[in-house]
């Protein structure tokens, strides 16, 4: 439920992620966008440092830490799936 509020009554960011889950009233919707940075090849220092620069770039209520490497499918992935359908 979103309500009008005064300059003094804004959340932080923390207050607001908190809120929504808690199904309670915020300041305003939580801002947040997700994007692939294709730094899988990057040092674990690289790529978190590449996450902190957009999500302060853009003044993101929420981070989505992106893993852009590919997961290995169990060996047996088409027999499995051949008894779901």
């Known amino acids: 439920?979103?309500?009008a509020v005064s300059r003094e009554d804004r959340m932080n960011k923390i207050e607001?992620?908190?809120a929504i889950l808690a199904g309670q009233a915020v300041?305003?919707?939580a801002f947040s966008v997700w994007y692939h940075f294709g730094s899988q090849h990057a040092s674990p220092e690289?790529?978190?440092e590449v996450h902190?620069?957009?999500f302060e770039a853009y003044d993101l209520d929420l981070l989505?830490?992106?893993n852009d490497y590919d997961y290995p499918c169990p060996r047996d992935?088409?027999?499995w799936k051949?008894?779901?359908t």
Request: no cysteine; aromatic share 8%.
């Open 46 to 48: 690289k790529a978190a």
């Open 77 to 79: 992935w088409r027999e």
């Open 82 to 84: 051949q008894r779901r």
């Open 16 to 18: 607001r992620v908190r």
């Open 52 to 54: 902190l620069d957009f």
């Open 27 to 29: 300041d305003r919707p």
């Open 1 to 3: 439920m979103l309500h």
């Open 64 to 66: 989505k830490v992106m």
